[in-house]
């Protein structure tokens, strides 16, 4: 038999949600944008399919410029690849190999362990509080002298709960200068929380901090992949020389240039995606669920022991929503039809005391 990494073999492999068997079954499984993509974005693409035939360029050097003009930085601190996943797994292989150690809130975006093992790293995931929340304390004490990178989810996928600035402030003396902290705001977007701790305000601050973005999320270019982190210039540099070649497409790269310009747009669809998710956290919170104040495009129920029979009565419903067994449900804001399917197929179950 051929050798293979006997840790490889262990490993879960990452769980995409499930797609709907038909045309009246609603995915809210995977936080996808419930809105097709913007007529000017499908322009911008379609444009581009004529030269499908040849390379990208490996520098995406128009929307770097415009990403690095957004955020008051230079181009020199912007790193793309082909989704925020994959620039996570940049900076975990840029950071950290064997006998290093990654410190992140568990539970917390499920590719983090599997993308720390696959560099030959060791996870480190601490516990979420009884709130669902980053133990910034826990995840500080955590920290020993082989420690190379630190993941914040904010907000945090699954739970949707946030870092405040004051909480990261705090953390953040405990953290040698030496490790990198990414503050991973994949759903930064929806998150409405005057007292959040911004990224790009603690990049400009603390040499040690990097940023992660997506387009996948409210950009809803879920579908051609492209994230971006911005980084000390060193950091981003490494996180070019460890990107797989060519990944960051021609089309996600113009997609990405058409998205931007048409963000006011976008806003408006982002405004109903919040106020969507207000209304269906007032409706499970009347129903007497247990659910956190969600500063993404999903909820998540605290549903414990009863999370396999309220996720098998979703799937009756024709709702797919994402389960974690004894744990929670996190189900992704849809389309309003989506959303009251979800809210009456949960009028239908009673929360256990």
């Known amino acids: 038999m051929v050798r293979q990494r006997e840790v490889i073999a262990e490993l879960p492999a990452y769980k995409q949600g499930a797609a709907p068997s038909s045309a009246d079954v609603f995915k809210l499984s995977s936080n996808e944008n419930p809105f097709p993509p913007l007529p000017s974005v499908v322009a911008s693409v379609v444009e581009a399919l004529s030269t499908i035939h040849l390379y990208p360029a490996m520098s995406a050097p128009t929307i770097s410029q415009r990403v690095a003009e957004k955020f008051g930085v230079d181009v020199d601190n912007v790193a793309f690849g082909a989704g925020s996943v994959e620039v996570a797994a940049q900076l975990i292989q840029a950071s950290a190999g064997s006998g290093d150690e990654v410190i992140f809130a568990w539970r917390s975006f499920e590719a983090y362990p599997i993308l720390v093992t696959v560099a030959g790293a060791t996870p480190i995931a601490v516990p979420l509080t009884a709130d669902d929340a980053h133990d910034l304390d826990a995840m500080a004490d955590a920290i020993t002298p082989r420690t190379r990178l630190i993941f914040v989810c904010n907000p945090n996928n699954p739970t949707g709960t946030g870092v405040t600035r004051a909480e990261l402030e705090r953390f953040l003396e405990r953290v ?178």
């Open 176 to 353: 040698p200068a030496d490790v990198l902290v990414v503050i991973d705001e994949a759903y930064v977007h929806f998150n409405r929380d005057e007292n959040t701790a911004e990224g790009i305000d603690f990049f400009r601050r603390y040499p040690n901090i990097a940023v992660l973005h997506t387009f996948s999320k409210a950009y809803g270019l879920a579908g051609l992949r492209l994230g971006y982190a911005i980084a000390q210039p060193a950091v981003a540099a490494n996180l070019r020389r460890v990107a797989v070649p060519f990944a960051v497409t021609d089309l996600a790269q113009r997609a990405a240039v058409a998205s931007l310009d048409a963000e006011a747009e976008l806003g408006e669809r982002i405004d109903q995606i919040v106020a969507e998710r207000g209304r269906v956290s007032a409706e499970l919170a009347a129903g007497g669920w247990k659910h956190s104040d969600s500063l993404a495009n999903f909820v998540w129920l605290r549903t414990g022991a009863q999370t396999d029979d309220v996720n098998a009565a979703l799937t009756e419903h024709g709702v797919l929503a994402r389960a974690w067994s004894n744990e929670g449900i996190r189900v992704s804001i849809g389309s309003t039809e989506a959303n009251d399917r979800f809210l009456a197929a949960m009028a239908t179950l009673q929360p256990t005391p």
